[in-house]
């Protein structure tokens, strides 16, 4: 099993302690995971007080090349903060450096802004999918891309950008599993059964570099809150659909990983 989603180093809750690699490979070895993608901390500036940085990342891809796969993170205002950003360069030397990948792209900007578009167009061609946190709006006390409900700005980009691979996190992505969502609930964790499939589950069958990370509460939520709609979605976009924890925490609950194993064990 490989975890699409996880993070060494401190969070940015007061006085906790770090996760390091000896504590992330005992959860790993605990909750049956062989790899798991490291994903770094900060860099843009709304995500974290703490950073854990690409070169740390890649760092600890080379102490444990057998059980960790780097991830460099990037933000598209980098640079000069212009759609004109030369970016080409550094996901190409990143890649040399081990990384498989980008994320997660956490900068307060939305989906289809000109710099956005530009930085995925780059990724892309240097062969690095990019592992995208969705919010619902730009606005106080909020980190990660953001898009209006019906993902309109993130189909809009898997059209105008063909050759580069997205993966979606986070809560304004989930929630739209379900037709179901208005304001007040694709930020945050909807609950109850979920009466018709939502743009999630059309996206992902409509666009082929479009995947989605079960990584956090908000993956969770999404295949548990209606465990008959979750399974018959598990089956049906499987080829599409990343395992993921989002281990940042010391001891951290992972709920996903028994629901996923009662599943199997039930047959369905």
Not at 12 to 37: F, T, Y
Not at 48 to 74: G, M
């Amino acid at each position: 099993m490989i975890d699409i989603h996880t993070h060494l180093g401190r969070s940015a809750q007061r006085g906790e302690a770090p996760v390091d690699e000896n504590e992330l490979l005992r959860r790993m070895d605990e909750l049956g995971i062989e790899k798991a993608v490291i994903l770094a901390r900060g860099i843009s500036p709304e995500c974290s007080f703490f950073h854990f940085t690409n070169e740390d990342v890649i760092a600890a891809y080379r102490r444990h090349p057998d059980r960790f796969i780097p991830f460099c993170k990037l933000d598209p205002r980098n640079g000069t903060n212009s759609p004109d950003t030369d970016f080409s360069w550094v996901p190409e030397e990143y890649r040399a450096g081990g990384c498989r990948g980008v994320g997660e792209v956490s900068a307060q900007l939305y989906l289809d802004d000109p710099r956005c578009v530009n930085f995925f167009r780059q990724c892309g061609d240097a062969a690095l999918p990019v592992l995208f946190h969705l919010v619902p709006r730009i606005g106080y006390g909020l980190y990660g891309l953001a898009d209006d409900r019906g993902l309109p700005r993130l189909e809009k980009v898997l059209q105008l950008l063909p050759g580069t691979t997205f993966v979606g996190h986070a809560m304004a992505f989930w929630s739209e599993i379900s037709a179901q969502v208005d304001e007040d609930t694709r930020g945050s964790y909807p609950a109850g059964p979920v009466p018709a499939a939502g743009r999630v589950p059309e996206l992902l069958t409509q666009y082929p570099n479009l995947y989605g990370d079960l990584s956090a509460g908000s993956g969770f939520n999404a295949i548990s809150r209606d465990p008959e709609f979750g399974y018959r979605f598990l089956e049906d976009c499987q080829d599409k659909l990343l395992f993921g924890t989002d281990i940042c925490h010391v001891n951290q609950d992972v709920p996903i990983v028994p629901w996923l194993n009662e599943a199997r064990s039930d047959g369905t």
